[in-house]
């Protein structure tokens, strides 16, 4: 928006929800005695297969209000990123619950956006187009890591059945 332009800025759509949701998944716990916090992302992610995909499917709920905002695909095409990357760490056992805990993929696009509409406004128009890339790529997403837990699963019971041939 530029400073001669006088069309009044309307209020960012749904961004208190997002944030609460970035703070439930990110950053609702505090360990005892500590300044570290961390949220429900991680603990999901302790349920094998289900957690990370739920996890995946909550951060979709960060990305939708930013569509809603008017957010160019480009930095929707980023907050993706984070939430991939969330994602396909999250999936490696135990490593990847604590990778999950310090990475806070939900804050980050939270603070993304934030910065965005402080930055730009919300006076851009969103494009179905977007959204329609956003939830492919979420599901692309949720097929991959679905995929790499399948595979895993594939090679611990093969393992396991080596194991006790022997």
């Known amino acids: 928006m530029s400073e001669h332009d006088d069309t009044p800025r309307r209020p960012p759509r749904n ?3 997002a944030r ?3 703070r ?3 950053r609702s716990l505090r360990i005892p005695g500590t300044s570290l916090r961390f949220g429900l992302d991680p603990i999901l992610g302790l349920i094998p297969g289900i957690g990370d995909a ?4 909550a951060s979709g709920y960060i990305l939708y209000v930013a569509w809603l905002n ?9 907050m993706m990123l984070n939430v991939g990357v969330d994602a396909l760490m999250g999936a490696i056992p135990v490593i990847g619950d604590l990778f999950d805990a310090g ?4 804050a980050r696009n939270v603070a993304l956006l934030e910065k965005w509409l402080d930055d730009e406004g919300s006076q851009r128009h969103h494009s179905v187009a977007i959204l329609v ?8 997403l949720l097929a991959g890591v679905g995929w790499v837990l399948w595979v895993m699963l594939g090679a611990l019971l093969q393992a396991g059945t080596a194991g ?3």
């Open 103 to 106: 990475w806070q993929a939900n």
């Open 54 to 57: 739920a996890g995946a499917l």
């Open 164 to 166: 006790g041939a022997g």
């Open 70 to 78: 008017g957010t160019p695909g480009s930095m929707i095409g980023r």
């Open 20 to 22: 609460a949701v970035a």
């Open 15 to 17: 961004l208190d929800s």
């Open 24 to 26: 439930l998944l990110d």
């Open 133 to 140: 890339g956003v939830m492919a790529g979420l599901l692309a």
